[in-house]
Nanobody, 125 residues
């Protein structure tokens, strides 16, 4: 059974940095495509970043240059380093994983089978 557990969220000021982690239980971590999505109050869930099982990285335009996704296969952990945070980055951030995603699906939330419970990131002065 695959489980995902996010951590690292919190309250920060605009311009601050924060790193989210997602610990994955179960085997075959390195075969998964893994991603971060977020959902702000009153808005739909949106794609943030993904690392395809082949290693390709993908980012939403709104976070490109500020967020960095990475994975540590030995630790079975996914990371999201966030710098220059803005109030509009405020959301619940979710980690997701799936071993069967193809390239054209990496930005589509419904393509992912496994999800974490989310971690709140609030950017406010």
């Amino acid at each position: 059974q695959v489980q995902l557990q996010e951590s690292g969220g919190g309250l920060v000021q605009p311009g601050d940095s924060l790193t989210l982690s997602c610990a994955r239980s179960g085997s075959t971590f390195q075969r998964d495509t893994m991603a971060w999505f977020r959902q702000a109050p009153g808005k739909e869930r949106e794609f943030v970043a993904a690392v395809w099982r082949g290693g390709n990285l993908y980012y939403a335009d709104s976070v490109k240059g500020r967020f960095t996704i990475s994975r540590d296969n030995a630790k079975k952990t996914l990371y999201l380093q966030m710098i220059s945070l803005k109030p509009e980055d405020t959301a619940v951030y979710y980690c997701s994983a799936d071993p069967n995603i193809i390239l054209s699906q990496v930005r589509i939330g419904t393509s992912y089978k496994y999800w974490g419970q989310g971690t709140q990131v609030t950017v406010s002065s």
